[in-house]
């Protein structure tokens, strides 16, 4: 599965964004689609998760109540919507997906098979 996440950009504090991952052919049904992220000098860390079969959804507690993953009826693109962004959340986003990662696992990045190529993220101050 080859996935693409797009949607980053520039945005001033308090703003929005919305990233999208899709995958380049096929639905991402039967996966988990994860949402990381990695800020200069720093490592990957968990953002978000959806269970593609059924809906569970899981947030890192640093984004929880402002971010919010959610996917299209198709199967075929998950989004991250990002509200009320500061400048910590400046980073490269990674859209990844698993088929065996469960839900001990659904926040370690080395559970996930296949990555995007990243999407950056900058919020000003």
């Known amino acids: 599965v080859q996935l693409q996440a797009f949607g980053g950009g520039l945005v001033q504090a308090g703003g929005s964004l919305r990233l999208s991952c899709a995958p380049s052919?096929?639905?991402?049904?039967?996966?988990?689609v994860g949402w990381f992220r990695q800020a200069p000098g720093k490592e990957r860390e968990f953002v978000a998760a959806m269970k593609m079969n059924g809906d569970s959804t899981f947030y890192s507690t640093s984004v929880k109540g402002r971010f919010s993953i959610s996917r299209d009826n198709a199967k075929t693109t998950v989004y991250l919507q990002m509200n009320a962004l500061n400048p910590e959340d400046t980073a490269v986003y990674f859209c990844s997906a698993g088929s065996r990662v469960i839900n001990t696992s659904v926040r370690v990045a080395a559970a996930y098979d296949y990555w995007g190529q990243g999407t950056e993220v900058t919020v000003s101050s």
């Open positions: 052919g096929g639905t991402l049904r039967g996966y988990v």
